[in-house]
């Protein structure tokens, strides 16, 4: 089949048609998507970015600008931007930027610190920036007022904030081997750590802050006591060697126990209370009392073996304890003397009414007590408390036959009298027998001595010769008279036979000396007890 054909007459015109052109405003749209696409970037930019905020640190270390970041309970709230020097070149300056809503973290009391891998006493910290690097910690203050400028801490606090639990203040002579961190027991139980400690404005303390945590806290009370329970205790005293630990991480690092004593009612002690911190338990057992009285004594003997802390003994309870011993030179008699100051608790000297079925402490106030017992003729005496080690310790007991003394209990602190220490009467009177020996005339005496023992060798040697004559001569005269003996025997031993008039008179004699003999004894009894009874006669017996 053939296809028609067309002619050109039959073929439409192709027509040109125009051109499409581009409008101006299109041309404007791709940039200015481009520049709304770029200010929603900054807007979305500039509302997550938070403040800006700077921490004086004292040392850079592990820190580097764009990477380090700041967590809070390990969430990311800001970037290290910048770190320079600061003018005086002392420490140096961390510029922190901050993510969106931390701003209401950065409080007047809020604390800032590298966290970093540590060893310290409270163990090992920050083992997790080994792979990922150091950061900067924060722990938030409770404080409602704003703030920019932080100073950082060199170290993690002991303590964050809205743990749970109590601070309290204890006082010390000395701080042994504590440190920020030390760990507080109770019963052997880790219940706080030590958060920072001070040098007294007077130099002669340390005031100590600890926490303690709950529940650990509720147990202490007003009367609680706190010790050392640092390292090892090693103590050689007037009782002898003592050597004990509260346990194996208060041998390295130190410690702090407490308890309360033995039935204690004592109500629960309130936030920041203060206590003493006693030198070990024995220490603190010793020293439950809140009043103490200081007393002088001076002793013109020698001192040797007496030590601070040595106990103050009143008739085998310790109520005190020595608190300084030293030396001066008594201008008026020419002599030096020993001082020696004394710590007394007159709560332990306090009478006890026992005329109620309950017992109850008399309260007296202290200086009362005292001027009581000196006046009674309480005095101080040093006695030797141990043999092997030669520890002394001061003794106080009543001497009524004393000479009477007048204390001046406006001193501060008071004079109280002492004696002669019973080892000072014993070298006395060695040396008085040493002296009565050396007065002996020990050359005549052994003169006397040998001439005594010529004398008795003659004597000897005479015996001897009348016994050789008595074997000779006496010896068969005297076998005569012992057969009259034996004959003598035979009628005395039918006289005083059982049944014989003279063994009954002798029995009923025997039987009156026995009774003078009783009455004899009682009555020597009876002027040994009552001397008196020979001037003024017997006492009527009480009905």
């Known amino acids: 089949m053939t296809e028609p054909v067309h002619t050109p007459a039959e073929i439409p015109l192709a027509t040109l048609a125009p051109r499409w052109q581009w409008s101006p405003l299109v041309i404007w749209l791709i940039p200015l998507l481009a520049v709304l696409i770029g200010g929603w970037i900054v807007l979305q930019a500039a509302l997550e970015r938070g403040e800006t905020i700077?921490?004086?640190?004292?040392?850079?270390?592990?820190?580097?600008?764009?990477?380090?970041?700041?967590?809070?309970?390990?969430?990311?709230?800001?970037?290290?931007?910048?770190?320079?020097?600061?003018?005086?070149?002392?420490?140096?300056?961390?510029?922190a930027q901050l993510t969106s809503g931390s701003a209401s973290l950065m409080r007047d009391d809020t604390q800032f610190w590298v966290v970093m891998p540590r060893i310290g006493t409270g163990g090992v910290s920050g083992l997790g920036t080994l792979l990922s690097g150091a950061y900067i910690g924060i722990d938030v203050g409770k404080s409602k007022q704003k703030r920019e400028n932080f100073v950082g801490l060199n170290?993690?606090?002991?303590?964050?904030?809205?743990?749970?639990?109590?601070?309290?203040?204890?006082?010390?002579?000395?701080?042994?081997?504590?440190?920020?961190?030390?760990?507080?027991?109770?019963?052997?139980?880790?219940?706080?750590?030590?958060?920072?400690?001070?040098?007294?404005?007077?130099?002669?303390?340390?005031?100590?802050?600890?926490?303690?945590?709950?529940?650990?806290?509720?147990?202490?009370?007003?009367?609680?006591?706190?010790?050392?329970?640092?390292?090892?205790?090693?103590?050689?005293?007037?009782?002898?060697?003592?050597?004990?630990?509260?346990?194996?991480?208060?041998i390295v690092a130190g410690g702090i126990s407490f308890e309360a004593p033995v039935d204690s009612v004592a109500p629960q002690a309130g936030p920041d209370t203060a206590f003493t911190l006693f030198a070990n338990r024995q220490k603190a057992s010793e020293h439950p009392d809140t009043e103490t009285r200081q007393l002088r004594l001076y002793f013109k003997e020698s001192v040797r073996g007496l030590v601070v802390g040595a106990p103050v003994d009143f008739r085998g309870v310790a109520i005190g304890d020595v608190r300084a011993v030293s030396l001066e030179y008594d201008k008026v008699a020419k002599i030096y003397r020993s001082p020696v100051e004394i710590n007394i608790y007159p709560q332990r000297l306090r009478t006890r009414n026992t005329s109620t079925p309950k017992a109850t402490a008399v309260q007296e106030d202290g200086d009362k007590i005292m001027r009581k017992l000196v006046d009674n003729g309480l005095r101080a005496q040093l006695k030797t408390g141990n043999l092997l080690t030669g520890m002394l310790y001061v003794a106080l007991d009543f001497f009524p036959d004393a000479p009477k003394v007048k204390t001046d209990w406006s001193k501060n602190p008071p004079v109280l009298a002492t004696m002669p220490g019973t080892l000072d009467d014993l070298q006395a009177s060695l040396a008085s027998i040493a002296r009565k020996l050396d007065q002996l005339p020990l050359a005549d005496i052994s003169a006397d001595l040998r001439k005594a023992l010529a004398t008795l060798t003659n004597t000897l040697a005479s015996a001897d010769k009348l016994v050789q004559r008595?074997?000779?001569?006496?010896?068969?005269?005297?076998?005569?008279?012992?057969?009259q003996v034996r004959k003598t025997l035979a009628n005395v031993d039918h006289v005083l036979s059982d049944d014989s008039n003279l063994q009954q008179d002798l029995h009923e004699t025997l039987r009156e000396i026995s009774r003078a003999a009783a009455a004899l004894r009682a009555l020597s009894d009876t002027l040994e007890r009552h001397p008196e009874s020979l001037l003024r006669g017997k006492k009527e017996d009480a009905p």
Do not use: C, M
């Open 155 to 250: 170290a993690p606090p002991p303590i964050l904030n809205g743990l749970s639990g109590r601070h309290f203040v204890l006082r010390s002579e000395k701080i042994g081997s504590l440190s920020v961190g030390s760990p507080l027991y109770f019963r052997h139980l880790r219940a706080g750590q030590v958060i920072s400690f001070d040098l007294d404005k007077d130099g002669q303390g340390i005031t100590l802050n600890v926490f303690v945590d709950a529940p650990y806290d509720q147990y202490v009370r007003s009367d609680t006591l706190f010790w050392h329970a640092s390292g090892i205790d090693f103590s050689l005293d007037a009782s002898g060697i003592k050597l004990q630990t509260e346990s194996l991480a208060s």
């Open 470 to 483: 008595v074997d000779a001569d006496i010896a068969p005269k005297a076998t005569e008279v012992l057969e």
């Open 54 to 95: 700077t921490i004086t640190l004292k040392s850079a270390e592990g820190l580097k600008p764009e990477k380090t970041k700041i967590k809070y309970k390990d969430v990311d709230i800001g970037d290290v931007k910048s770190i320079v020097l600061s003018p005086d070149l002392s420490h140096v300056i961390v510029t």
